[in-house]
C-alpha cells in the first residue's frame, strides 16, 4: 500500500513563523510529524507557536538564523534533544529583492544568495550526518519559477534559486546512497507576504499590471494559495517517494508548460 504517512516523524520547516512553511508544516502535522521551525525574530516564532496551536499543532519554535552556522548547529542539536533526529528538512526560509541589478548593491546580492542559498547548504550540511546514521531521511528545498526562467529586478533571487535547484540535484547524487531523498518544491506565484507587493491595488483601485499578468500567465487563471503546496510537500516527504530523487516538482498552475494568453 502507498503510505503517505509522516507518523513518528520528525520535520524542520525554516522560516516556517507564516507564509508557504507554516502551511508546509501544518500540511506535516496532520500527517503525523512532529513539527519544528525556527525564524530570526523570538517574536515572530511566539506568533508561530500560538498559530500552530490554533490548528492543535504542538510545535516546537526556535530563533535561528539560517545564515549562522552556529546557530544553525546549535538549532539542529536542541531539536534533537527536544524532539529527536531530524527526518524531514525543508529549506523554505528565503527573501527577495526585486532591485534592478545596475542597481543593486553587491551586499543585497549576497544577502539573497546568502540566505536562498548559502542557507539550505548550511542546514542540510548540519543534518545529513545524523539522516545517515539514522538510515535516511528526506531533504526538500524550496526552489522557484526563477529556478527556471528570468526576470527583471530578481537578478539575485533567481541566481540563488538556480543554484538551489542544482544543490538539490547535487545532495540527491551524493547521499542517495544513504537512503536520503533530496528534490524541491518549484512553487508558482503564491498569494503570501512575499509577494503582496505585486499584488496589492494601485491608487485608482485598479488591479497591479503583475497580479493580472499572473493570471493571464497561468493556465488555472489564478494565484497559488500555500495550501496548493500542501499535497506535493506530504508527497515528497513520504516513503511514496523514496525512488524520487534529485527532481524539482514545479506546482504552479502550469506557468512553465504556456506562453500565456493572447492580450484582448
Ligand atoms: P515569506 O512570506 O517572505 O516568508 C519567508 C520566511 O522566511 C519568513 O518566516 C522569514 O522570517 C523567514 N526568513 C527569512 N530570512 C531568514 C533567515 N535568515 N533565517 C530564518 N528565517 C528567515 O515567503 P514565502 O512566500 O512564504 O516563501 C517561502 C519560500 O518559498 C521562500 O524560499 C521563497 O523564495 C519561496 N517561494 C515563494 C513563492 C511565492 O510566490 N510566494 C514562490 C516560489 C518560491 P522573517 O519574517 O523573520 O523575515
Ligand atoms: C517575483 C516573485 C517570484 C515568486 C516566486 C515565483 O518577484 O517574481 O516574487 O519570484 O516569489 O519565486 O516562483
Redesign the pocket.
Known sequence: MVNFSLEGKIALVTGASYGIGFALATAFAEAGAKIAFNDIKQELVDKGIAAYKEKGIEAKGYVCDVTDEDQVNELVAKIEKDLGTIDILVNNAGI?K?IPMTEMKASEFRQVIDVDLNAPFIVSKAVIPSMIRKGGGKIINI?????ELG?E??SA??AA?GGLKMLTRNIASEYGEYNIQCNGI?????ATP??AP?RERQEDGSRHP?DAFIVAKTPAARWGTPEDLMGPAVFLASSASDFVNGHVLYV?GGILAYIGKQPQ
Open positions: 527577495i526585486r526552489c522557484s519559477m526563477m529556478s526576470r529586478t530578481v533571487y533567481a534559486k518549484g512553487p508558482g506565484y503564491i512575499q509577494t505585486l503583475f504552479d
